[in-house]
């Protein structure tokens, strides 16, 4: 067996369904690194429980209540496909499923006016930053420390509840980035660079910082302005037509772009942007159309990736600060990036970096998974975070804002708070020689 | 109060009145009574033996394991302990009228004494992770059967597991201390304790090994080890596998104890070329990986006397590794070869067999013979320390009567292992699988005695019933000999040992 052989979702092509299913043998390996297994320990809430879930919803051609349940637990963190011997495409095949689920199955009233008010608002760039105006003015009252003690939303809806506090800090507006940033001295590449939707209206720090770090290793970056959101968020959730409208729109913004690479900084987004053939296969688009797409997965890469193959030309300055790096599950368990972001942040002077125990556990982020399932997400947070402790780290780094976001709420909750900062942050700082406390505010 | 589906066949009479008692007993999460999701937990890693399960209890202490068995007693219903459900032999498959009870909330440990060098864990703890909580004290749970990231204690103890490692440090049976159990009447009993080697009756070493039908167990003290303060292995290349069976009682009858000796035949060698390029010494008709572990002066001795001894047996080419890169190196050939074996033949049947060591030359030799007769294929991957092998009889399943014939020669070789005093297993187990070859290693005499101890155990057999000791119902058509070798072994994505 070749390593690309098993590579998170290779190979899956356009074999179907049912043979996809075929390929896992129940041996059991993935339970171990399955977030909802660890925390429940029941067959029916693991990969090879879900998988046979699957099925049985063929074989008899029903969807049960019970087997939707349990795929709407599935955080998709995709640490099965990282953990299967056999290579099974679990990816592939909860993807479909979610989108099977979204066509038949009806949920209860309130869970369904959740989602259909998740959705209304996540994708959507402009409609996120518009909440800024209120959140801040919230944040800055005082009120929501206030909320938080009270744990009044708590009681309403742990829903709202778990939108409140993970809401990231805010200050100041939202800075414009140029439609192309420069590089500093001669010219190694030309790179195009995704601004997302979250991460544009609530992180455009991770961005600049982005922006920044990879002009001064010497690439132009190209913003195109009519990007939007990349369908992640859908195609994770089932919004199978969703998803592949929003792919189509993401392609089109970068195909005449005239970029080597499409460089993105959020784990989530570059995930499914190597998959946009079968986004567009799972909404029954064109052949034609399916292989333009795949036409830009091939050079979609994730930030650390980029910058580790390009090879460091700016100068690291040193950044005295005990860091702990979490792998966020779309980077390592849906990309395969485990060692880069670990390789660029060792190569910065006097930061130390420490790895967390259980690494391949995700910390209930999970894209929306945290508004959809608040228990099942503190409770994963919890256990991030007391591994967290358990380094001694003062800055938690992530390639994946939501991870961070959620961590931190953990930690905050247990009354030891912590800063953290994306990857990019680090580096732009260390490039730029910034004083370390930059990164430690919070 | 049940959220069956329509249509769906209700679950089976006595155990609708038990619903109420398991709930007050596990709590309402802790029963699983809905068909969709008892059927998640239908067969073992063995999936062609499938039944769905009565009722499912998720129990979190050994009083509720106990109250549940109480239970099941009282209302003469079967039950059938489970563990992480990656056995090979089916001998987790539930009873369908049965309650399952599985052990994967049971997964705290307890306790860590290094200083007596033991550990207290839960059943449902996972192998790995026994070590994984001893490493930072530099201590190791030794069997390292190669499920060992998801198998259960519970269900190692069951099974008496083994690794590759077990040549030198034994199966689980010799790393259990004590037992807490729960018998079948319900009962809470601990067998062996903190101290080594109680007087009378060894029952632990009984239960060890008992896949389930002499009660469940529920808290598990087993004996860590230091970890080992050097490593290294070889890899030695023979024209044949004479001269390296030669090599391997010569290292043994020099009193060398390696960790783990592995052999591998030209067949098997040339699958693993195919599939990963291992880069084996070309022309070997047998290679020998052989490992040594210990203290750093012992370790390098023995290893220079390894290395001599196979040369000295017609090694052509011995190399070595001293550090994990290099190690993993030489193990990939070896690691892959099941799933290798997947590309030089469309099917072919895994078989799991012991032997003296001292005969294996001669079964090798009338194995070779055996696949000469009938025309089939056989590559032989095996454990040569201790004799444990894992024939693969190759065939194609396209051609008539290919697969017959390949059963006969499949079933032939298990012969030749109870011929030359072996078994017909070892390390997979019994469970429903192999229970109807019990009667062709043992006389019925035998069998009714094992039967007795059982019963004395179990008088109402109710305690995972038809595993294990052949019964009528069950055998009373010779079962289809299996099919293949676990498709994620034949894969190479796990190996069997
Ligand atoms: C890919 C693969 C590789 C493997 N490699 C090896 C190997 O190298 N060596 C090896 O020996 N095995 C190997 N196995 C087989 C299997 O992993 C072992 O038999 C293991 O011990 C089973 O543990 P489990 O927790 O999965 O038990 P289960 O499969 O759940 O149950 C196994 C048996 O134990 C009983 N049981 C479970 N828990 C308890 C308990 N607490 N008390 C009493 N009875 C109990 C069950 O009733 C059943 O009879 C492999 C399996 C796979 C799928
Ligand atoms: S994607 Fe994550 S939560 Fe879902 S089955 Fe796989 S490991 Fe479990
Ligand atoms: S998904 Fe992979 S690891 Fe999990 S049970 Fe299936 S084959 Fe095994």
Redesign the interface.
């Known amino acids: 067996m070749t390593d690309s052989d098993t590579a998170p979702g290779a190979g899956e092509g356009s074999r179907s369904f049912d043979d996809l299913l075929g390929d896992c043998v129940h041996c059991g390996f993935c339970l171990p690194t399955c977030p909802t297994y660890v925390l429940w320990g029941e067959e029916m809430d693991s990969p090879r429980g879900r998988i046979h879930l699957m099925g049985q919803m063929r074989e008899d051609d029903v969807l049960s209540e019970a087997a939707a349940g349990h795929f709407d637990n599935c955080l998709g963190c995709l640490a099965c496909v990282s953990s299967c011997p056999s290579g099974v495409a679990y990816d592939a095949l909860i993807e479909s499923t979610r989108a099977t689920v979204e066509q038949e199955h009806r949920r209860p009233a309130g869970e369904r006016l959740l989602r259909a008010a998740v959705f209304a608002l996540f994708p959507y760039r402009r409609r996120l930053e518009l909440m800024r105006g209120p959140l801040k003015a919230y944040q800055a009252s005082g009120l929501n420390r206030l909320v938080r003690r009270t744990g009044v939303l708590e009681r309403i809806s742990p829903s709202l509840a778990t939108m409140e506090r993970i809401a990231p800090p805010l200050t100041g507006a939202v800075p414009a980035l140029p439609e192309v940033v420069p590089a500093r001295g001669r010219r190694r590449a030309v790179v195009g660079m995704l601004t997302g939707c979250v991460q544009g209206a609530f992180f455009p720090q991770v961005n600049t910082a982005t922006a920044r770090v990879l002009a001064s290793e010497g690439c132009d970056v190209v913003i195109p302005r009519e990007q939007g959101c990349c369908g992640a968020l859908s195609a994770h959730t089932g919004r199978a037509a969703e998803a592949a409208g929003f792919a189509r729109a993401t392609a089109a913004a970068f195909a005449d772009a005239g970029v080597d690479a499409v460089v993105v900084n959020s784990a989530g987004c570059g995930g499914t942007m190597k998959h946009y053939g079968r986004v567009l296969e799972e909404a029954g688009a064109a052949p034609e159309e399916v292989r333009r797409a795949e036409e830009l997965s091939a050079r979609v890469v994730d930030l650390s990736e980029y910058l580790v193959q390009l090879g460091p030309r700016a100068p690291r300055h040193p950044l005295p600060v005990r860091a702990a790096y979490h792998d966020a599950c779309h980077l390592s368990h849906g990309q395969g990036v485990t060692s880069q972001p670990r390789e660029l942040l060792r190569a910065i002077p006097e930061l130390e970096v420490a790895d967390l125990p259980n690494p391949e556990i995700c910390c209930g982020s999970a894209g929306v998974y945290n508004l959809l399932r608040p228990q099942a997400a503190g409770d994963l947070g919890e256990r991030k975070s007391e591994d967290v402790r358990s380094t001694g780290a003062e800055l938690l780094v992530a390639g994946n804002p939501g991870c961070s976001l959620q961590i931190a709420s953990a930690m905050d909750r247990a009354g030891e708070p912590i800063s953290v900062a994306h990857t990019a942050q680090v580096l732009d700082a260390s490039i730029r020689g910034l004083d370390p406390a930059v990164l430690l505010t919070r | 109060m049940f959220?069956e589906?329509e249509g769906e066949p209700r679950m089976p009479q006595p155990l609708t009145a038990l619903i109420p008692r398991l709930r007050e007993i596990c709590g309402d999460d802790g029963v699983?009574t809905?068909r969709?999701?008892r059927?998640?937990?239908?067969?073992?890693?063995l999936?062609y033996h499938a039944s769905t399960p009565g009722v499912v209890v998720?129990p979190t202490t050994t009083d509720q394991v106990a109250a549940v068995v109480r239970l099941c007693a009282d209302a003469g219903v079967p039950f059938v302990p489970r563990g992480?459900?990656?056995g090979l032999s089916a001998g987790a498959l539930p009873h369908s009228e049965g309650v399952l009870i599985?052990t994967?909330?049971m997964?705290r440990i307890l306790e860590i004494d290094v200083a007596n060098e033991r550990a207290v864990v839960q059943p449902?703890v996972?192998n790995l992770e026994v070590t994984r909580a001893a490493a930072p004290h530099g201590y190791y749970y030794a069997p390292d059967p190669s499920?060992q990231?998801?198998?259960s204690v519970g269900g190692n103890i069951a099974e008496n597991s083994g690794g590759a490692h077990c040549l030198k440090y034994g199966f689980t049976v010799n790393h259990v201390l004590g037992l807490e159990i729960v018998t079948p009447q319900g009962e809470v009993v601990r067998l062996g304790g903190k101290a080594a080697d109680a007087p009378g009756y060894d029952l632990l070493g009984a239960f060890v090994g008992s896949e389930g039908t002499l009660g469940i167990a529920t808290e598990i003290t087993v004996r860590l080890l230091r970890a080992p303060q050097k490593v290294r292995t070889l890899l030695a290349a023979f024209e044949t596998m004479d001269a390296g069976g030669a090599a391997v009682s010569a290292i043994i009858s020099a009193g060398v104890l390696p960790a783990a000796v592995e052999m591998m035949d030209a067949l098997s060698i040339e699958a693993a070329e195919a599939?990963?390029a291992c880069d084996y010494p070309p022309g070997a008709g047998a290679v020998l990986i052989v490992e040594l572990d210990g203290p750093a002066a012992d370790v390098d001795a023995q290893f220079e006397r390894a290395t001599r001894l196979c040369r000295e047996s017609g090694a052509f080419e011995v190399r070595t590794a001293d550090d994990a890169a290099e190690r993993a190196r030489i193990w990939k050939g070896r690691k892959?070869a099941f799933?290798a074996v997947g590309r030089i033949s469309p099917a072919y049947i895994v078989q799991d067999g012991v032997v003296p060591r001292t005969a294996l030359p001669d079964v090798l030799r009338r194995i070779a013979e055996l696949s000469a007769a009938s025309g089939i294929r056989v590559a032989n991957v095996f454990h040569a320390g201790d004799g444990n092998l894992h024939p693969l009889v190759l065939f194609d399943d396209a051609e008539p009567g290919a697969s017959e014939r390949a059963a006969e020669v499949s079933g032939r070789i298990l012969d030749l292992c109870i011929e030359h005093g072996g078994s017909i297993t070892g390390e997979h187990g019994v469970g429903v699988d192999k229970a109807c070859q019990m009667p062709e290693m043992f006389s019925p005499a035998d069998l009714e005695t094992m039967d007795l101890f059982r019963s004395a155990f179990d008088p109402a057999g109710i305690a995972n019933p038809e595993k294990l000791l052949p019964t009528p119902r069950l055998c009373g058509e010779r079962p289809g000999v299996r099919k293949g070798v676990?498709?994620?072994v034949a894969?190479?994505?796990?190996e069997q040992f």
Do not use: N
Not at chain 2, 39 to 44: L, N, Q, W
């Open positions: 959220d589906g699983i809905d969709t999701r059927r998640t937990y239908e067969s073992d890693g999936t998720l992480a459900g990656t599985v994967s909330r997964r449902g996972a499920s990231q998801v198998c599939a990963v892959s799933a676990h498709p994620l894969e190479g994505a796990a």
